[in-house]
């Protein structure tokens, strides 16, 4: 397993940005799928995106499309967040996969951060 922590959550205002990070604790490109998910309070973890290992190919749920962008690069995944919203509110996670393509399922993935809180006022 990899070890991966994420960074960049805080407070930002309705139509703001952040820029999250999750870094590795080894070279996670080429070898795995990255992808973001994120969690409220009482309800199940949300698939966001997915990046290929490659990253040729980034995967977006509808929730997000148009407004978050999936990048890597060597032991890096970072989620780019523009236009938030209140709705976005949530802790946010990274997660490895083994192989390319994309799941909304956890129990896909093999590694996952400890979390960071995001959190957007009206």
């Known amino acids: 397993q990899v070890q991966l922590e994420e960074s960049g959550g805080g407070l930002v205002q309705a139509g703001g940005s952040l820029r999250l990070s999750c870094v590795a604790s080894r070279r996670t490109f080429g070898i795995y799928s990255m992808a973001w998910f994120r969690q409220t309070p009482g309800k199940e973890r949300e698939w966001l995106a997915t990046?290929?290992?490659?990253?040729?190919t980034t995967f977006y749920a509808d929730s997000v499309k148009g407004r978050f962008t999936i990048s890597r690069n060597y032991a890096t995944a970072n989620l780019q967040m523009n236009n938030l919203k209140p709705d976005d509110t949530a802790i946010y996670y990274c997660?490895?996969?083994?192989?390319?393509?994309?799941?909304?399922?956890?129990?896909?993935?093999?590694?996952w951060g400890q979390g960071t809180q995001v959190t957007v006022s009206s």
């Open positions: 990046i290929t290992r490659s990253g040729s």
């Open positions: 997660a490895t996969k083994r192989g390319d393509g994309t799941s909304a399922y956890e129990s896909d993935y093999d590694s």
